[in-house]
Structure formats: C-alpha cells, structure tokens
C-alpha cells in the first residue's frame, strides 16, 4: 500500500515472485477488498495510473527542474510517462486483466483527405494543422477525426495534418490526415 510508485526490480525478476498487487490507499474496506481478490472472490483487473521508476531516475532527476519534458541540451530525461523515455519498472497503464480480448481492424483507410471549402486559409498556406470543429470533422476508420485532436495553447482544439498512429489494444495502425 503506497500513493506512488516503488522500484520493486528485485521483485520483478525473480522468479519465485509471480504478481505484485498495488493498492494505492484502499481505504476503509480495503482490507476486504484486497482479501477478496487474493482468495478469489473479485477477479482481479488493473491498470497503474503512474509509471514505477528505477532507482537510477531519482538519482539522476534534480528536484530543482520541475520541467516536464525532456532536454537532450542538459540531459534532463523529463518526468511523467508522456515525456520519459527512459528505463522504467513497470510503465504508466500496465496492468492484468483476466479476460482476453481480440482486436481486428475491419475496414481501415491510409488517407484521410479533409474536404475544406474553397475560401478555407488552409487552401492558400501550409497549415500544420486545422480547427477540430467543422463537416470534414466525420468518421474515418469508425473513429471521428476531432477523437485526434489536441488543444493548442490558445485552448482551441485543433486535429495536426500528417502522420498519426492509432494504438488499439496491441494494435498500431498508421493513419494519413491531409488536406
């Protein structure tokens, strides 16, 4: 029971040890809870909302540098599982689940071309990106392009032009959005 993560190397490679239960902090009925899954009660499923780092992270991570991303300039490794790259324990969103599940990608197309109207600025520049609100905005891949979207620094939702990889279950699938 712990509110972060821990560098339980010594316990991931052994060979003795066969799963490790983090419970964050349970509360009240926590004790029951956890006594229900580990005598079978409760099928047991999960995912670490935090990336479990090793030891050799914090010794390199100044405290000083709150920054989050990484700075190949100073070496700084950045922080949070969206700007680490380095070694990690266990990753952000590791987890079990006792039920199986089969992914397939049915009807998937390489290109979206998004139709805009003829007096969209877009069509006399190069945009890098254009705004997530509009009819181009449809279905593609049965997933709705504004689902790309990301939020510029002006707080407009914005879907980036070019390369985009879909991860769905353990499948990655490469996606094209051009004008």
Request: aromatic share 10%; hydrophobic share 35%.
């Amino acid at each position: 029971m712990y509110g972060g993560g821990l560098d339980v190397t010594f316990a991931k490679n052994d060979p003795k040890i066969t799963s490790i239960m983090w419970v964050g902090f349970p509360g009240q009925a926590g004790g029951l809870a956890i006594a229900d899954v580990i005598f079978g009660r409760h099928n047991p499923s999960g995912n670490l909302p935090m990336t479990w780092y090793p030891q050799s992270y914090v010794e390199n991570l100044p405290m000083s540098n709150m920054n989050m991303r990484a700075d190949n300039l100073t070496g700084y490794q950045g922080r949070t599982y969206r700007f680490y790259t380095g070694e990690t324990v266990y990753a952000f969103g590791d987890g079990i689940s006792y039920t199986h599940f089969n992914h397939q990608l049915i009807k998937t197309p390489r290109l979206v071309s998004l139709s805009l109207d003829k007096n969209h600025p877009c069509r006399s520049s190069k945009c890098q990106s254009v705004d997530a609100i509009g009819p181009y905005c449809g279905k593609a891949v049965e997933v709705q392009l504004r689902d790309l979207s990301v939020v510029d620094e002006t707080e407009k939702r914005m879907i980036a032009l070019g390369e985009h990889v879909l991860h769905v279950g353990t499948l990655k699938y490469s996606l094209n959005v051009r004008i």
